[in-house]
């Protein structure tokens, strides 16, 4: 009996429910947000940095899925390798052999992690987080692992417990015993420390809340004494690694750093197939798997599938071959630059920061009366309006997908695929200029909005 199934004619007849469906079957409150705050678009097709409607507009992504889409979408190489590994037939997650793609991405990916020695795979960032909390305090015997203020990790159990965002964490507890740090204060750490109970220290060298950079010296001052207290490093790269920031991993750009467990994700997939990893040093994985008996002591049912392999071995292979991390670091200091340029015109404007093509725009109380009237009466209804403010218009206007860096900031964080160039710069920077030039003349466009995010979260209240 043959059974069919045609994915194209499904698609045909039932595209168009897609709001209707995720509203009756889903989160219940996505597609409500997006038609409040007009980004219920309807996609086509994608490709590279761009996304096309069904009249046929393309959109800039100046946001890569949250930078998953580090080559854009549909890479040509990614795809090839997604279709021989299917055509393959690979006698794929026996549990009982050793397939020769896991080893392969494991020796490509520790190629460009000096120190590093073993690779765990699992399925996605929050899970590559998991095991190393689970590994830090296995290894080291102690409960504690250290976070720091506004870091985000994940939203599962453990990663949540090293959550510096109270929002996503009220009304899980307990957790697990764990302790929030400032990023960046060394004493603060030191404290903790000297109390003996702490396995580890989680840290994001880029936060992506904010997009707030780890002050020089600290991840070598923090792994110094982490290190004299027999704790590990864990550095958290599922968003800044793989050339994110302008080099391979974030914690790179600072000399003498060796993070005892990374971990990555996003990028990694190609855009296709779930996967997370956690490296490690070699010590800490025959610890952890000491004996023939705990062979399976942590393990991931879908980790290592082949697919997922592929698409990361192709990945790394287009990084190569394509210079992927060198265009990071060349586009976005001239994205940054650019930007940053605009500070002195514009009052609402008050830092860019950011690394690569990872970067954050804040925006500020201004300074004449009548923006400055304005501003307080946003931030009265809800801090981070005004970031949405330009949002929006930067989508509609514009046809440029962008999102703020997180709920009550008044930062957009621009994390576009890393194939980005000139073009790209050139349009968003207008786009933004454009913006700019409208909120500060007082034009009705973006504060007519804002009158309607006024309401809705007072609404929400």
Not at 248 to 263: N, R, S, T, W
Request: aromatic residues 8%.
């Amino acid at each position: 009996m043959t059974t069919e199934f045609d994915l194209g004619r499904l698609l045909a007849e039932r595209g168009a429910e897609r709001y209707e469906l995720h509203a009756k079957y889903l989160n219940h409150q996505l597609p409500r947000m997006l038609h409040t705050i007009g980004f219920d678009k309807v996609y086509e097709r994608a490709e590279g940095a761009y996304f096309w409607d069904a009249d046929g507009e393309d959109h800039l992504d100046m946001l890569a899925g949250f930078g998953v889409m580090g080559l854009g979408r549909h890479h040509p190489v990614v795809r090839k390798a997604l279709h021989d590994v299917l055509d393959a037939q690979l006698a794929d997650l026996t549990r009982f052999d050793c397939q020769p793609l896991p080893g392969l991405l494991a020796e490509k990916l520790l190629g460009h992690s000096p120190h590093l020695d073993r690779v765990f795979f699992g399925n996605s960032g929050t899970e590559a987080v998991e095991t190393a909390l689970k590994f830090a305090r296995f290894v080291t015997g102690r409960p504690r692992v250290l976070y720091c203020d506004h870091a985000f990790h994940g939203l599962t159990t453990g990663s949540l417990s090293v959550n510096g965002e109270s929002g996503f964490r009220d009304g899980f507890a307990p957790l697990l015993p764990d302790t929030a740090v400032p990023l960046g204060d060394v004493d603060a750490l030191a404290r903790e420390l000297k109390k003996g109970d702490v396995a580890a220290l989680i840290v994001e060298p880029i936060q992506g809340k904010g997009v707030h950079e780890s002050p020089p010296g600290y991840l070598r001052a923090a792994q110094e004494l982490l290190h004299k207290h027999k704790a590990l490093l864990i550095a958290d790269e599922v968003q800044t690694g793989l050339g994110r920031t302008g080099d391979f991993y974030a914690y790179q750009h600072e000399d003498g750093v060796e993070p005892d467990l990374v971990c990555v994700a996003k990028a990694l997939s190609g855009g296709y197939v779930p996967v997370g990893a956690t490296l490690g040093k070699d010590w800490i994985f025959k610890k952890v798997y000491s004996s023939m008996d705990r062979v399976l002591v942590h393990s991931a049912s879908f980790g290592s599938n082949a697919q997922a392999m592929a698409a990361g071995l192709a990945v790394l292979s287009v990084m190569e071959n394509e210079q992927i991390v060198a265009n990071a670091r060349a586009t976005g200091e001239q994205l940054k630059s650019r930007l940053a340029a605009l500070i002195d015109k514009y009052e609402l404007l008050s830092d860019v920061r950011g690394r690569g093509l990872m970067v954050g725009i804040e925006f500020g109380r201004p300074d004449s009366l009548k923006l400055r009237s304005r501003w307080t009466m946003l931030q009265a209804a809800r801090k981070g309006l005004f970031a949405q403010m330009v949002v929006v218009p930067l989508l509609r206007r514009h046809r440029i997908l962008t999102q703020v860096s997180g709920d009550h900031l008044e930062v957009i964080k621009l994390i576009p695929p890393l194939i980005i160039g000139e073009p790209e710069v050139d349009r968003f920077v207008d786009a933004f200029t454009d913006v700019m030039d409208d909120a500060h003349s007082g034009g009705g466009l973006m504060w007519d909005f804002g009158k309607t995010l006024i309401k809705q979260a007072v609404a929400n209240r």
